[in-house]
């Protein structure tokens, strides 16, 4: 494959043509598929691969949750209610029968969590790295699920929880020599807190609801929030504007950019946050606030929708300059 094809290239150019309507173009990430009783059924699917999504030395318990969720983070960002999923886990041979113990253990008690059952899959071999892939199924009314491609000149962006943790745990779990400095200043609580944002994702499930009732487009945020929030923007064929004093940022996050600055930009645009991303009209933001409170689940207005072409939103810092990065997200290519 050539360096210069993208990810997004892949897609639209190869699979796209040959996806069915039910794929919406292979511009979102779920599928929708009419379903009985004015219902849709919504289709998620993401893998995970050691060494790229997460470290072989990894816990079992850690892994399964992670292959689960951030599959679960897909369908609360579209609005869905889970209904099972398909498993196929490609197990190399140096793992023994107490590693899958632990991996089925955690797997069970998460699906029990999120009410997504395990439905099927395939078991199989393999002398590569282990990889699992899960096809998430849920279920939302007709014509309600909140598309990547909704968003509208005028709403306004909210992102849910906090930004940047995961992609500082990775720098923590990875332990680099260029972080260390930095790392072994942090408080033990923050470092912890880092760590665990990066291995177990929290999916916005509660969200659900409120999503697919007021907002307009949505997506999880899984590649970077700079880089995502791009891609949002650009199948809507909308631009925006981004308030970085608004940036919900933990309180662990915001030592170890107190500690290195420059990790900021690692934070917008390093990955596995598994927030929601979405917008919604302006007189629909009291509600959203309010039903965000009602379960628990923070939500900060970070910034607008702002009328086309699609060109990158805009990142203002407080002095109002804008803020550019090298690279907006994650890619796998």
Not at 255 to 277: H, K, N, R, W
Request: glycine share 10%; net charge negative.
């Amino acid at each position: 494959m050539a360096s210069d094809f993208s990810e997004d290239d892949l897609i639209a150019t190869l699979f796209a043509p040959i996806a069915g309507a039910a794929g919406l173009g292979l511009l979102d990430d779920a599928a929708l598929i009419d379903a009985p009783d004015g219902m849709q059924i919504v289709a998620t699917k993401d893998a995970v691969v050691a060494g790229v999504h997460f470290f072989p030395t990894d816990a079992p318990g850690d892994i399964a949750r992670k292959a689960l969720r951030v599959n679960i983070s897909d369908l609360a960002a579209k609005g869905a209610d889970p209904l099972g999923f398909l498993l196929a886990i490609l197990l190399p041979p140096d793992l023994d029968e107490r590693w899958l113990q632990s991996f089925a253990q955690a797997l069970g008690e998460d699906a029990r969590l999120f009410h997504c059952p395990l439905l099927g899959g395939d078991t199989v071999r393999t002398d590569g790295p282990l990889s699992l892939s899960i096809t998430a199924l849920g279920s939302a009314p007709r014509g309600r699920m909140a598309r990547r491609t909704g968003a509208k000149a005028g709403d306004l962006i909210y992102v849910s929880g906090s930004i940047g943790d995961a992609a500082l745990g990775l720098r923590v779990r990875a332990a680099a020599a260029a972080d260390l400095a930095w790392i072994e200043l942090l408080s033990d609580q923050a470092r912890a807190h880092l760590l665990r944002r990066y291995l177990v994702p929290e999916p916005r499930l509660a969200l659900a609801h409120a999503v697919r009732s007021l907002a307009h487009g949505a997506m999880d945020v899984s590649d970077g929030l700079a880089g995502d929030l791009a891609k949002m923007l650009r199948v809507s064929k909308v631009s925006g504007q981004v308030d970085l004093a608004r940036m919900p940022y933990s309180l662990a996050a915001r030592e170890a950019i107190a500690l290195a600055p420059g990790l900021g930009d690692v934070t917008l645009t390093g990955g596995d946050d598994y927030e929601i991303l979405c917008t919604l009209a302006p007189q629909n933001a009291g509600q959203f606030e309010t039903a965000a409170r009602t379960v628990g689940v923070a939500v900060t207005r970070i910034g607008e929708v702002t009328a086309g072409p699609s060109e990158l939103p805009q990142f203002i810092e407080q002095d109002g300059a804008v803020r550019t990065f090298a690279k907006g997200s994650y890619s796998h290519f």
